[in-house]
């Protein structure tokens, strides 16, 4: 097989889940494939970048004035402006000759069509996100110009709509192990601490589960990373955290470079999203270390979590279930379960297993002709 070029359109210049799994695709080429990532410039970053840790692995890439699906966008202005941008980011990624044009969100999908009709590489989607309600609609559309995508759950794959879906195969993502000693929570000593490590979004569940650590007495430690999205709707965690009857037993991280140490200190991670998770890439961080997780029963999660084997699953939005299963929780628990996330992790959402699946695909696609091809070959 022949070295090849595939160039990335990415939403973000952050290290969350999206980004963190990027960086894996790109490790995963065949090797002697070259990668570029295309990073936008209309959002600020805090924290850590993405550009910072493409530049130690020594990937190029280039920030631009990328055309980015966001709803800032939706207004007579701002359309005209995506416009813009539409053009400007094809004609950057024709300028870089790639055999692959990879879609590493949904939000990189506007620019899909325009590829196809220009006759620029082959079109890859990695679907991290579940299309619903008129968004799905949309997106539906745009994606009729890729060539292959990738869902990173069942749940994702099966909310897509038409031919998209007959063109998309479920890698789920995986985790790299660390290489420093997990530590054990057997033989602890006192209160049960959990973690929650996301973005503050509205829809992250933070609501939720504030509100059930304040509906019971003493359930332990909890521990709050994570910070504010740079776009979309946050929630107050700062003033919620304020107006607990024991605002002591919370603590606020807020962002950090890595978690790890986080987990080793909690006995159980908690995710309580609200709205359906495509994966939850955060559990199986968890699950790597040997914790438990406390997870809201919809989407990726339902998937990952083994209800009472390897964490507890409850109701979206039910602060009463998850009150019951904070205060019912014990070390004892959190090691059975730790031991058991840990086999489920091993089982199921190693690197090593995500890299071959992901090798694989792109060897598979490269064989491929791109649907511009096929379609020339048969008039």
């Known amino acids: 097989m022949s070295p090849a070029h595939v160039v ?3 939403s973000s210049n952050e290290m969350y889940g999206a980004d ?4 894996e695709v790109i490790r995963s080429l065949p090797s002697g494939w070259r990668a570029t ?3 936008p410039n209309d959002v600020a970053s805090t924290g850590a970048t993405l550009a910072e840790e493409l530049d130690k692995q020594g990937v ?4 631009a004035d990328l055309a980015i699906l966001r709803r800032a966008y939706l207004t007579p202005r701002g359309l005209l402006s995506l416009a813009r941008r539409i053009m400007g980011t094809v004609r950057l990624i024709r300028t870089m000759r790639p055999s692959v044009v990879y879609l590493t969100t949904s939000a990189s999908l506007i620019v899909a069509p325009f590829l196809l009709i220009t006759g620029t590489g082959s079109v890859v989607l990695h679907c991290q996100e579940i299309w619903q ?3 799905s609609r949309i997106l539906g559309l745009l994606a009729r110009s890729v060539d292959r995508c990738i869902c990173i759950s069942l749940p994702v794959q099966n909310a897509l709509r038409g031919s998209v879906r007959k063109k998309a195969v479920v890698i789920e993502n995986g985790h790299r192990d660390s290489a420093q000693p997990r530590i054990d929570v057997l033989g602890r000593t006192g209160s049960v601490q959990f973690l929650i490590a996301s973005r503050w979004n509205a829809w992250k569940g ?5 509100d059930a650590w304040d509906s019971i007495e003493s359930p332990g430690r909890l521990v709050i990373v994570g910070g504010p999205p740079a776009v979309g709707a946050a929630y107050d965690v700062v003033g919620r955290v304020r107006a607990l009857r024991h605002p002591s037993s919370v603590s606020i991280v807020g962002e950090v470079d890595d978690i790890e140490a986080y987990i080793d200190e909690s006995d159980f991670m908690i995710v309580p999203s609200d709205a359906p998770e495509p994966f939850g890439l955060v559990a199986i961080e968890a699950f790597s270390r040997g914790r438990g997780v406390i997870a809201s029963n919809a989407g990726g999660l339902a998937d990952i979590v083994t209800n009472r084997e390897d964490g507890y699953l409850f109701t979206p939005g039910s602060t009463t279930e998850l009150s019951e299963i904070l205060t019912s929780t014990t070390r004892n628990a959190a090691v059975s379960f730790g031991s058991a996330a840990r086999s489920t992790y091993e089982a199921r959402y190693s690197i090593d297993a995500f890299s ?3 090798a694989e695909f792109f060897a598979e696609i490269l064989r491929e002709k791109p649907r511009r091809e096929r379609r020339g070959a048969s008039k």
């Open 8 to 10: 990335f359109v990415h």
């Open 356 to 358: 071959i699946r992901i």
């Open 206 to 210: 933070h609501g939720t589960l504030l």
């Open 133 to 135: 309600g008129r968004e």
């Open 20 to 23: 963190r799994m990027l960086l």
């Open 60 to 63: 190029p890439h280039v920030t």
């Open 37 to 39: 990532v295309l990073l």
